[in-house]
């Protein structure tokens, strides 16, 4: 009963920002933890940052390197993903992830394709 819908997406240019969004539904336990994840065609998929519910943050900060910050709104059951500085190694879809408090990751969007230009 958990859907994650993404949008922000888009080309941008390097050097540029973009903000992504994911409205979530469904059992407040199921989506404890929301997070982003990302996956560059040929590329295994990695981790770029979680957040719960209380507002505790963990951001990779070897993918990230500090440009990024992850957020979120629990009034309208949505996360966010401030994303600055884009370079061109950013490329990838982008996938907002959720899960409970003590568990794996166990649901998952349809991913918005993010494409920077240099």
């Known amino acids: 009963q958990v859907q994650l819908v993404e949008s922000g997406g888009g080309l941008v240019q390097a050097g540029g920002s973009l903000r992504l969004s994911c409205a979530a539904s469904?059992?407040?336990?199921?989506?404890?933890?929301m997070g982003w994840f990302r996956q560059a065609p040929g590329k295994e998929r990695e981790f770029v940052a979680s957040?719960?519910?209380?507002?505790?943050?963990?951001v990779d900060t070897d993918s990230a390197k500090g440009r990024f910050t992850i957020s979120r709104d629990n009034a309208k059951n949505t996360v966010y993903l401030q994303m600055n500085s884009l370079k061109p190694e950013d490329t990838a879809v982008y996938y907002c992830?959720?899960?409970?408090?003590?568990?794996?990751?166990?649901?998952w969007g349809q991913g918005t394709q993010v494409t920077v230009s240099s």
């Open positions: 992830a959720a899960k409970e408090l003590f568990g794996t990751w166990r649901y």
């Open positions: 469904g059992p407040t336990l199921s989506t404890a933890v």
């Open positions: 957040i719960s519910r209380s507002g505790r943050t963990t």
